[in-house]
């Protein structure tokens, strides 16, 4: 982090610099929300975590991309959706997410309180930490290549 400028050693400690502030805040303002999320049809985990990324619908492909992003840090299995039309999709084809599971798209409006383009990437493990972890690892990737 120092070699990238973002932050910088005195003997007080270790400090952001004004980039790592500027990072720090995109970052603050793009993950705007999560969650944890209950299996369901879709979403199989014992565990399963859900990030917000605010604006980020044209960085996403298929959605393979984080889904083998949050299996690199343990995670089971991992669903990315974005929020169109006021509806939870699908990358690519925009099939609608929870068709017949009115209940969990409810919680993941009512949670997560997504607008148009945002994106919702849910990450599930047997463990609840792993759940977490893999799903932030998993936006942060996206937030990189964006």
Known sequence: MK???????TKS?????????KLSNQIKN?????CKVKKSSIIQGKYNHAILLKKYAEMIKTGIEQRDYAILYGSSGCTTMIYKNEKLVFPGNERECFPRDAKTKKY???NLCPHEEDVII?????????????????????????
């Open 108 to 110: 993941i409006i009512e």
């Open 3 to 9: 070699k990238a400028g973002i932050v910088k050693s």
């Open 30 to 34: 793009t993950i705007a929300k999560e």
């Open 122 to 146: 849910i990450s599930s493990s047997d463990d609840p930490f792993v759940a977490e972890i893999s799903a932030k690892n998993a936006a942060l990737w996206t937030i990189a290549i964006g």
């Open 13 to 21: 400690g270790t400090f952001l610099t004004e980039k790592g502030k």
